[in-house]
Structures are given as structure tokens and as C-alpha cells.
């Protein structure tokens, strides 16, 4: 009986140590004080001094409530992992008549990232990673490459179904949708699916080399 309830009390010393182990994240602060410009919400599993920065798409899509409501439901799963830093754009959440749109532009929302970033290794001594969502992913791939320069304190960035060109860009038609075709008909052959059916759509696409008419669109 004795050694039962030694080996109980040893079983629960060590989950509770597991558990402490975790170092978990709830804060909340402004990168710019007196405005209260940019809030910041940070949430999460600290233990591999990991944070990744949320951009939210839109624009103009709050982060903060997408991240309190956990809508992506990542509180038990990615966060469980690492830091959460949900973050409102520049005009977002603030009682003001007028923004001023001279701000609202995709170099203010660079030095944004990056700003939001150097606070957050400053304060968390952390490794810092921006990840995007639509346009969200935008303004990372817009920082990352005009600004590579200035982004010391990022490690990384993760985008995510970013529009990278416009509806009317050359690029899109005569290069990323072809691509695009490409890779998921290799994708395809490697797995020997449907292997007939994308060795076609594989070969058509190297022949023409670009999805820029409504027929094309439609093949």
C-alpha cells in the first residue's frame, strides 16, 4: 500500500512538472503607446521560445478577435506547440472619424511587421516567424522581399494563399497558373494517379504555355 501511494505521489510530481514545463503566454499590449496603434495579443506555449507572428488577410480583417474567439481553433492545437502574436492592423479597433490613408499602404504595413517583430524578440528573447493569409500573406511577401534588408529580427515567413498578382496581370495567366498546372500534374504522375489524364494536361500546358483566354480557362 505504501509503495502504491509512493509511486502515486512520484507520478503526480512529474505531470505537474510537465505542466509547469510548458511555459504559457496571455498578454496584451500597444507597439505605439500614446496612439495605442497596433494592440498586440499574444497567446500560447512559450517553451521553444517560438512566436509566430499572425497577418491578417482582408485588408482590414481584425486579427486580435479572430485570435480570442480561436475561429482557426489553433488554442489547443498550434498553441500548444508555440506563441500565437494576433495583431490589428494600423486603423483597426480605434475610435477615430478619419483615417489617415497615406498610412494605408503595403510599405506602412511592412515597417508594421517588422515593428510588431523587434518588439517581440525584445521582449520574449524569441525566435520570430510572420505568417500571412490572403492578403495578409501579401503584406509577407511584400516585407520579406522589399525589405530584406530591415528584417534581422524575423526567421522566417509562411504564406498562405496569397494573391501575388492582380486579376489582369501578365504574370498570372503567362506564368503561376501554368506553373501552378504544372506542379499539381507532376504531383499527380509521381503518385501514378490518374497518370494518362495529367501526362495530358501536363503535356497541353508545355505546348502552350500560358492560360490567358476564356477557353483555356475553361480546358
Avoid at 482557426?72 to 490589428?88: M, S
Avoid at 515593428?115 to 520579406?144: D, P, Q, T
Avoid at 507532376?186 to 494518362?196: A, G, P, Q, S, W
Wanted: hydrophobic share 30%; with cysteine; charged share 25%.
Amino acid at each position: 500500500m505504501k509503495k502504491q501511494r509512493y509511486y502515486l505521489a512520484i507520478t503526480l510530481i512529474l505531470c505537474f512538472y510537465n505542466l509547469s514545463k510548458a511555459q504559457t503566454v496571455k498578454d496584451f499590449f500597444y507597439i505605439e503607446k500614446d496612439s495605442k496603434e497596433l494592440p498586440v495579443f499574444v497567446r500560447g506555449n512559450l517553451d521553444n521560445k517560438t512566436i509566430i507572428v499572425f497577418v491578417q488577410g482582408g485588408p482590414g480583417e481584425t486579427a486580435i478577435d479572430f485570435g480570442r474567439s480561436d475561429y482557426p481553433r489553433w488554442q489547443n492545437t498550434l498553441e500548444k506547440e508555440v506563441a500565437i502574436a494576433y495583431y490589428d492592423q494600423r486603423g483597426l479597433n480605434q475610435k477615430v472619424n478619419r483615417i489617415d490613408t497615406t498610412l494605408i499602404n503595403y510599405k506602412q504595413y511592412s515597417k508594421d511587421i517588422i515593428r510588431v517583430s523587434e518588439r517581440l524578440k525584445e521582449k520574449y528573447h524569441a525566435k520570430i516567424y510572420i505568417m500571412g493569409h490572403s492578403y495578409g500573406g501579401g503584406f509577407v511577401y511584400h516585407c520579406l522581399s522589399e525589405f530584406n534588408n530591415t528584417t534581422s529580427t524575423i526567421d522566417g515567413g509562411i504564406v498562405l494563399n496569397t494573391p501575388i498578382t492582380t486579376d489582369y496581370s501578365p504574370e498570372r495567366y503567362n506564368y503561376y497558373r501554368p506553373l501552378y498546372l504544372k506542379n499539381l500534374a507532376l504531383e499527380f504522375i509521381d503518385k501514378d494517379i490518374d497518370t494518362k489524364k495529367w501526362q495530358k494536361a501536363y503535356d497541353w500546358i508545355e505546348e502552350v504555355d500560358s492560360i490567358n483566354t476564356p477557353e483555356y480557362s475553361k480546358k
